[in-house]
């Protein structure tokens, strides 16, 4: 048996174990999918790409021993953004350049049975997919999901002046056990990098109650609010100390916690904006935490002089203004840091 009999076998046996819903008309086994799709209902598509040593370790050893954990995480990053635009998700393709040395029972295995967690838990159908060989693991997925007739899609352009900023849960937990793996904090916060939880129930409750912008974190707060802030033609105001943060990151040094959370990324919670008189869905299905860090205010022309070249933002684009203590935090008056911080994220062609 060569090892595209192996992934055939495997992917099969486990998809038998999941039966397709009664809109998937075909799935694995031809040339293409056909869906089924409601009346009126509208796609919503996505697609991530993980790649072996940027997005995930390069150790041989790590890639080995977290197989459940990169086939759970490549359906939760794609997932997460169908929840960022209101969407509920429903199918993904997945596309998978294998090396050798992965291609073997064992790794296989786990790597589809962390899949199929994923797809269990976020209610989607892998409906298909390509298999080809590589010097190093590389994985594609596309995502779709549905949009009711009556429910709005959530773009990053909607902001006005005036909304208030909100986000989910904790922020900086996945970069913090990036960074320090081995520490007691990074052990404990490890979940939250290998085993993102997508906002599904919080994303769809926002697009029904008027949410003006939305966008899932994932390469950083900072630079994920600038996404919203351009698009909308419009500048935020960011109060560090509203940050949420978990137990185990409260206990880290504040400018090493604060950085975590600014532009660490891998966080996979929803950043939105909503109207001042419209309160978050607190009781949302999932149950997710949301808090207020801020405002949208409008466009700041006047900036400190030489702040951009750490930032990435050019000064003629909007972008967030963060505070703390009530205090602007500028390359100037850097506090809380020691001096002023690269907020640029993650970069995906860097290096």
């Given amino acids: 048996m060569n090892e595209f009999e192996l992934i055939e076998r495997i992917f099969s046996q486990m998809q038998a174990a999941h039966p397709l819903p009664y809109d998937v008309e075909k799935g694995i086994g031809d040339d293409a999918a056909v869906m089924s799709l409601p009346s009126e209902a509208r796609l919503v598509s996505c697609i991530d790409t993980l ?7 390069a150790d041989w050893d790590q ?3 977290l197989a459940f954990a990169i086939g759970y995480k490549a359906v939760a990053v794609n997932v997460s953004d169908i929840a960022a635009m ?3 998700p429903h199918s993904i393709l997945l596309a998978l350049a294998l090396p050798e040395r992965l291609a073997n029972q064992q790794w296989l295995t786990e790597f589809a049975k962390g899949l199929f967690h994923a797809c269990q838990l976020f209610g989607v159908t892998l409906i298909g997919g390509d298999t080809t060989r590589s010097d190093n693991l590389i994985l594609s997925v596309s995502a779709q999901g549905l949009l009711a007739a009556d429910t709005p899609a959530v773009y990053r352009s909607g902001a006005q002046v005036g909304d208030k900023v909100y986000v989910s849960g904790s922020l900086g937990d996945a970069a913090y056990a990036l960074k320090y793996p081995d520490n007691a904090q990074g052990v404990e ?6 085993m993102p939880t997508p906002r599904i129930a919080l994303g769809a409750a926002l697009a029904k109650i008027g949410a003006t912008a939305m966008i899932d974190i994932s390469d950083g707060l900072y630079q994920d609010l600038g996404h919203i802030c351009q698009q909308s033609s419009v500048s935020m105001r960011i109060n560090l100390e509203q940050l949420p943060t978990s137990k185990p990151l409260a206990s880290v040094d504040l400018s090493e916690r604060l950085l975590c959370q600014l532009a660490g990324g891998d966080d ?3 950043a939105f904006t909503l109207p001042a008189h419209i309160e978050p869905p607190v009781n949302n299905s999932g149950n997710t935490p949301v808090t207020c860090i801020g405002e949208v205010i409008a466009m700041v022309d006047k900036i400190d002089a030489g702040t951009d070249a750490s930032t990435n933002l050019s000064p003629k684009k909007s972008r967030p203004e963060i505070f703390y203590q009530n205090q602007p935090v ?3 008056h ?5 001096t002023w911080p690269n907020l640029t994220g993650y970069q995906h062609f860097a290096g």
């Avoid at 790649?51 to 370790?57: D, I, L, P, Y």
């Avoid at 916060?189 to 290998?194: E, N, Q």
């Avoid at 850097?334 to 020691?338: E, G, H, K, M, V």
């Fill in 51 to 57: 790649v072996q040593g940027r997005h995930f370790s």
């Fill in 63 to 65: 890639v080995n021993e």
């Fill in 86 to 88: 209101g969407a509920t």
């Fill in 189 to 194: 916060l490890a979940h939250r990098l290998h």
């Fill in 268 to 270: 996979y919670e929803l």
């Fill in 330 to 332: 500028t390359p100037t």
């Fill in 334 to 338: 850097p506090a809380p840091f020691s």
